[in-house]
């Protein structure tokens, strides 16, 4: 089975290049493929200096639809998606969340963070299946409709499709990971903003769905 990576990057110069370096280095992924969402800094420049894959969006179309972006360019059979931010992120992880999936043990694979940042563990202890980090089939993306209009309600998409397909799924324990919090990132109160403004698109994109049902 062939897998590709997607990294969907809104303004992760400073961040981006760890992920990249790591993946360069996992013989199981044929293309990296990063998704510059309307980014304004040097990400586009940093990632293609790694030798992958650009995709370069003019305007934010959020993760749902960065993540769209990737995959209408680009196919395999398994599918790798990751956060541009991750701290600590090493082969094994990504040979982890791979591997059930190539192996056909698990349509799907979710990592949560273990022993990483307190406050990263503790948020994906409350809420495990809002990870970003996933290997699944190619073939149930392609399933999924509402990708695009997700934005940051794009893992709840995600879950949605999961639950209503009863697909295997496998959690994947992310040892000694995290990544960069947008406070870090942007200073507290606009870090704050962008925390709630991710928040109100995950509890839009749950309103629509309900109010079809």
Do not use: C
Request: proline share 1%.
């Amino acid at each position: 089975m062939e897998a590709i990576a997607i990294i969907p990057a809104y303004n992760e110069q400073k961040n981006i290049g760890h992920v990249l370096a790591v993946l360069k280095h996992v013989a199981l992924i044929k293309k990296i493929i990063v998704v510059s969402d309307g980014s304004t800094d040097d990400t586009v420049s940093v990632a293609k200096s790694y030798g992958v894959e650009v995709v370069e969006l003019t305007e934010n179309r959020g993760k749902g639809g960065a993540l769209k972006a990737g995959l209408d360019n680009f196919q395999a059979d398994v599918v790798l998606f990751l956060d541009a931010d991750l701290l600590g992120l090493t082969e094994k992880h990504v040979h982890n969340l791979l591997e059930p999936v190539i192996d056909d043990e698990a349509d799907m694979t979710i990592g949560i963070f273990e022993k990483g940042r307190i406050a990263t563990d503790f948020a994906q202890k409350m809420a495990p299946y809002l990870s970003g980090q996933r290997a699944l089939k190619f073939s149930l993306m392609e399933k999924i409709s509402d990708l695009d209009v997700a934005r940051f309600g794009v893992e709840m998409a995600i879950n949605r499709f999961m639950e209503s397909s009863h697909i295997r799924v496998k959690e994947v324990l992310l040892h000694d990971m995290s990544h960069v919090m947008k406070e870090e990132k942007m200073g507290v109160w606009k870090g704050m903003a962008a925390r709630m403004k991710m928040y109100w698109e995950i509890i839009k994109y749950l309103t629509r769905v309900n109010s079809l049902k």
